[in-house]
């Protein structure tokens, strides 16, 4: 099975790596400014189906835990990246820091390029001050983030062949805490013990790949590392397997958020399905070890007077859509790899979610939705200003993607916003599917992007 081949840029702070990710990508993925050190952690985007590439953050002195936190996820990019991307700012000379940089990607074995980014400034010195750094020239580019200069030559050394993707096969990864329960139900649902099962948490590191046919479609299932907050990860082999977890959410087309029913309130489980989201996937939430509820006593966290009746497993999912109330769309399953319970029952779900996905709403009938909503709650602006959503068209599936044109949208509220996929979601509800938002203004106003 073919996968993503992984492409990392790393260098010093204010080299322009963020820059020149979103020079790449196309689009403002990485928040760029002048301050040194403004990107804290990796960041990935898949660029036309073909690679991942990773912005790091700016190699300097830790001074802190957290800043050696930080520089261990750049130890950690090169250690998962098929090819590595050195970057300078070619208006200084290079120092020490550099040549360490350099010298501990070359160590590494992988493709490395030497990126000497500004070269549009004038101060931009000659390519024979930076071969001592040991790169080939004919793996020295220079580049200007600002202008675009030199990417076309770039891109050529780049990975272009996209990676096939199965229309007829369906993806799902599991993700979630370590000790979560994903090795168990990946052998419950491939029913073969292909994942090492242990108390001990992070038994597994790499990603364990099954692939099954239900009612006669291929569904393959990605049983990945636990994710634990980048502060308590360990270093080396866990936090490769953190970046190879992450990569494996933007290959999926559904992911199942693995809740541990013991302790269903993790912040870490919420920023995991943040990600999902932010990826455009799929989600189904899956609350393992539910065998554990039935026998335990029901725990009234919000003071309910009438708890007669009632389960532990009605509280826990009382709590769940409080503390994810802004996945109402996302489907809650409880089960259990010990007894079997509701395994199948999740390729059910998925099938229907894939099918969300799918969705195709003609234009007509966006229209008219996105005119009951403006007869039914006006957008508030400015002043002398108003929004003036005109028309609303889809563009895209996988998940669906909506384009609104009108006036001044940059004013809209993200309340209104909110509103507008809701009245959506009541005639097309797009089960466990994230729907993107694009905002086209007739005005001179910047295009702008967003997703709920």
Not at 140 to 154: Q, R
Not at 161 to 182: C, D, T, W
Not at 324 to 329: M, T
Request: aromatic residues 6%; neutral net charge.
């Amino acid at each position: 099975m073919k996968r993503l081949p992984i492409v990392a840029l790393i260098g010093q702070t204010n080299a322009g790596k963020s820059s020149i990710l979103n020079r790449i990508a196309h689009k403002n993925i990485a928040i760029v400014a002048r301050e040194e050190g403004t990107t804290r952690d990796n960041v990935m985007a898949t660029i036309d189906d073909a690679f991942i590439l990773i912005d790091t953050a700016g190699l300097k002195n830790p001074t802190d835990d957290f800043e050696a936190s930080i520089q261990e996820q750049i130890e950690d990019a090169i250690d998962s990246a098929d090819i590595i991307l050195v970057t300078l700012d070619s208006s200084k000379y290079f120092d020490q820091k550099d040549a360490k940089i350099a010298k501990n990607a070359l160590k590494s074995g992988k493709d490395v390029y030497l990126i000497l980014n500004k070269c549009d400034l004038s101060e931009s010195l000659p390519i024979t001050e930076f071969r001592a750094l040991g790169i080939a020239p004919e793996k020295t580019f220079y580049v200007s983030a600002t202008t675009g200069e030199g990417f076309k030559k770039l891109k050529e050394f780049l990975p272009k062949e996209k990676i096939a993707q199965e229309s007829e096969k369906l993806k799902i990864a599991l993700i979630g805490r370590p000790n979560v329960g994903k090795s168990s139900l990946f052998n419950t649902l491939g029913k073969k013990q292909q994942a090492i099962v242990s108390s001990k948490q992070g038994t597994t590191r790499d990603i364990n790949r099954v692939s099954i046919k239900y009612k006669g479609r291929e569904i393959e299932i990605l049983d990945t590392a636990g994710l634990r907050k980048p502060g308590k990860r360990e270093v080396g082999i866990e936090k490769f397997s953190a970046i190879r977890t992450l990569a494996a959410i933007e290959e999926s087309d559904i992911c199942c958020l693995l809740i541990d029913s013991t302790e269903p309130h993790a912040k870490l489980d919420q920023s995991l399905a943040g990600q999902i989201v932010d990826s455009g996937k799929g989600i189904i939430m899956v609350v393992t070890k539910s065998d554990l509820l039935e026998n335990a006593e029901p725990t009234n966290y919000f003071g309910e007077e009438n708890i007669k009746n009632r389960t532990a497993a009605d509280f826990l999912l009382d709590d769940l859509e409080r503390d994810y109330d802004f996945l109402p769309y996302a489907p809650v399953i409880l089960t259990s790899s010990k007894t079997g319970k509701n395994a199948t029952q999740i390729f059910e779900l998925a099938l229907e979610v894939d099918e969300a996905r799918h969705t195709e709403i003609p234009t007509s009938e966006l229209n008219k939705i996105l005119n009951e909503a403006v007869l039914e709650h006006i957008p508030a602006g400015l002043k002398n200003t108003r929004p003036k959503p005109k028309y609303l068209v889809q563009t895209d599936t996988c998940p669906p993607w909506f384009v609104l044109h009108g006036h001044a949208l940059g004013l809209l509220h993200w309340s209104w916003k909110r509103f507008l996929e809701r009245k959506i979601r009541e005639k097309y509800p797009m089960m466990g599917t994230p729907i993107m938002f694009s905002y086209r203004s007739d005005d001179n106003e910047r295009g702008q992007k967003g997703n709920r």
